[in-house]
C-alpha cells in the first residue's frame, strides 16, 4: 500500500504516460509538495519577524531554501508552459470553459512571483546565509540592490501580505472547484482496491416469476447502479478524486473506434450532480458537464 501510494502520488507515475503535459503537472504537484514549509515559515515571520525562520538559522534551512529556489523557478515555468497549452494551443482533450483552470493557474502563478519578490526585497534588509545558496532569487536580489532600506521593507511587507492572502484564498477556493482532486486523490490512492484492476463483482441475478411480485410490490431488483445512493462512499470519492485527464477516454476501446461513449463525460457528469445533491461547503448548484471545444 505504501509503495502504490509513494509511485502514484508522490512519485506521479501515471502522468507521465503524457510526456509533456505530465511533466508539467508533475513539476506543479512537487512545488505544491516543497511549498508546504515554506508556507509554514512564512506565517512563522510574520509572527516573529523577518529575520527567524522555522530552521533557527541552521544548515537543514539553507539546504532548504536553495532547493525551493529552483523548485519555485520549475513550477514558474511549469504553470506558464500549461497556460499556453491551455490558451493557445487548446487540445481536444481539455473542457472549456477553463475560467476554473484560470483561476487556479494566477493563484500558483502570483504565489511564485510573490515569494521571490518578498525573498529577494528581505536580502535587502539584512545579511542572510541562504541567499548564497538561492541562485534565482539571489540574482533578482541583486538587480534590486539599489532600493533604500525603506523601500525594500515596503516591498517585502507588500508581497508578504500578498503570499499570505493568495495562500488563504487558493485554500479556501480548492474544495469548491474542480481542483478538488488537489485534496481528494491522495485519500482515494491510500484507501484505494489492492485487487486487480478491471475485475467485476459477480451480480446476483437470480429468476423471478410474476407469481412471485404481489400487487403492492412497486419495486423490482436493481442490477446494476442507475442512482448514485446505489454507490459505496468509496466510488463517490473517485468521482472527486477525478483530475479530468481524460485517460480514460484514451484507452476506452468503444470511443478509439468512433463509438458515441465517453467514459470521461460518464464520470464528470456523475461528479457534477453529486455536488449539486451534496450538502457540503463544496456544493455548486448548476454546474453542468463538459462541453468539447
Known sequence: MLWLFIKQVIAQYYLFRRPFTGTMHALVFWGFLAFMLASLNHVFEGYFGYTNSIFFGSAVGHYYFGFLDIMAALTTVAILALAFRRGVLRPKTLTYPSWESWIIIGFIFFLMVTYFFGTAFKFQLGSFPEKDMMLITGALANLLAQ?????????????????LLLLIGFAMYIPNSKHLHLVACPVNEFLGDLEPRGVQAKMDVFEMDEDDLGEDDDELPAFGKSKLEQFAWTDLLDLYACIECGRCTDFCPAYRTDKNLNPRDIILDMKHHLLDLARYPCRQKGRKGPRRA
Open 147 to 163: 532600493v533604500t532600506d525603506e523601500t525594500a521593507l515596503v516591498g517585502y511587507k507588500v508581497n508578504w501580505w500578498i503570499h
